[in-house]
Each structure stands twice: as C-alpha cells, then as structure tokens.
C-alpha cells in the first residue's frame, strides 16, 4: 500500500513546475531595445520605459505597470513598453491582460520573438495550449534559436501527452538554453510517462546539477529509487528535497514511508508529523488523511 501511494503522490505533483516563470524580468533582459535616459523625471515614452524596468528590479511591481501602461499611452506602437508591462502583468499573475499586452506587442513588432514566445507561455498557463503552440511555432519560425520558446513548446507538447515532439521540443532547448535545469527536470517527466525510468533519473540528477536546490527534482528521483529498493539513497534525495524547500510536504511524507520500509518507526513519526503539519497549513485535506493514516500505523508499530 505504501508504494502505491508514493507513486499516486508522485503522478499528482510529478508536474508541479508545468509552467514556471520563464518570461525575463530582469531591466538589462527585458528586451528593451531601447537606451537608458538620464532625465530625472520621465518625459517621453521611452523615458517611462526606462522608469518601470528601474521599479521592476527594486520589485515596485505596481508601479512598473503603471509607467509601462503610461509608456504605451503616449506611444501606442512603442512595442518594448507593450511587451514589458505584459510581463510585469505575468509576474502579477494577471493573465488575461498580459497577454493582451503580449499581442499588442505583436502587433507593434510583428518580428518580435520573445513577444511570441512569452504570449504564448501564459496562454498556456490560461490552459489554452492550441493556440499557445501557434505562437510559439510563430517565435520560433522568428529566431529559431531562442531556447525559451522550444521549452515552452515542449510544454505545450506535454500538456498535449505528445511525448515524443515534448522530448524533440526539450532537446532543442537544451541547445540553446543548455543552463536551464526545468529543461532537464520536464525531460524526466516526460520519460517518466514513458516508462523510461534510466532516462528520467538522469535526467533528474541533470537538473540538480545545474540547479541544487531543486526541491521537485530531488523528490523525483527519490520517488525512482524507492520503487527501485535503493531505500538509503531514497531517502537521501527525499532529505535534500525537504531542505531545498522546508514546506514540501510531499517530501517528508515520502521519507515517512522510506523510514516504515526500514522498520525506523520514530523517525517514521517524525517527518510524518511535519508532513501532515504541512498538508493541514496548505489545504490539502486528502493528503494530510493520508499523513495521518500512516502516521497512526507508524505508532502502532513503535509500541
């Protein structure tokens, strides 16, 4: 029993980074084609331009936006001021006017790559993969060699269980983005739907080695190794996991069970008494039952 529910734990986060936040946010990343002015106070387009790309990186969200939305007032076709308000729009999670803002970049800059590309990220977050594909085949038929848009349409592939153009799609990427580790990590995903269970945890541990603290990854190839027998080094990657991310629920339940497996019952009650701690402060009322449940046989074993 304890196996089966590791592996339905595993399948119900096993894409908890589907969409991440790949959308450059940063003011020297933002595909400002634009210089930086000196006036004190902003005067023209531009000028609010530059103001909002400050506020992003002292993270004045709000503020951005609003210079961004007063940057395309006064120049409608001013496409970097379209295309950044989207994005603080994306970082504010307001979907549907990102991506207008996207589109009104688009329409601005009908060669604008990365306008493409993060248009279609959040249509695909707004669970709209058809038309995300489109635009992001757009972006990529632009500049073939932007990493971003073949991860994101290796997204879209697996959204769409296309495994193999998901796997085409993440190995491009690779290419050009080769530092990314949710390239990697989604690689294992996807190898995993295939039962491919050598390729995915190398995959995994390919992500870990570009991005250590990676909390999902560890708990995945955790997941591969307890189905494996390999209990010890199991519950190594299910530690590193919760210390990537000290609210990872998932983490110390699967260590729980590691622990029942290895008849170290205290240590069982530990980490699942954090794991239900965890379930209960996140709303997740059918895993904190399952915390619980376990955690009872696990006392009742101690005695």
Known sequence: MSELRLSELLLKYLVVFLIPVLTITSGTQAGLTLPYLAQTKPQTAADWVNQGLQLVQKNQLKDAIAAFETAAKLDP???????????ALRETEQLQPAAEAFYRAIQADPKFALAYANLGAVLLEGNNPQQAQDFL???IELEPNLGLAHYNLGLVKEQMQDWEGAIAAYNTALKYSPNLPEITYHLGVVYLQQNQVEQAATAFREAIKTKPNYAEAYYNLGAILFRQGILQSALEAFRQ????????????YAAGLVYMHLGQYQSAQTVLESAKTLYASQGNLQWQKSAEELLQRASSQDN
Request: charged fraction near 10%; proline fraction near 4%.
């Open 137 to 139: 085949q757009n972006a």
């Open 77 to 87: 076709k001013l496409a970097p001021a379209h295309y950044n308000l989207g994005l």
């Open 241 to 252: 996991s919760a210390l990537a991310n000290r609210n990872y629920a998932n983490a110390y």
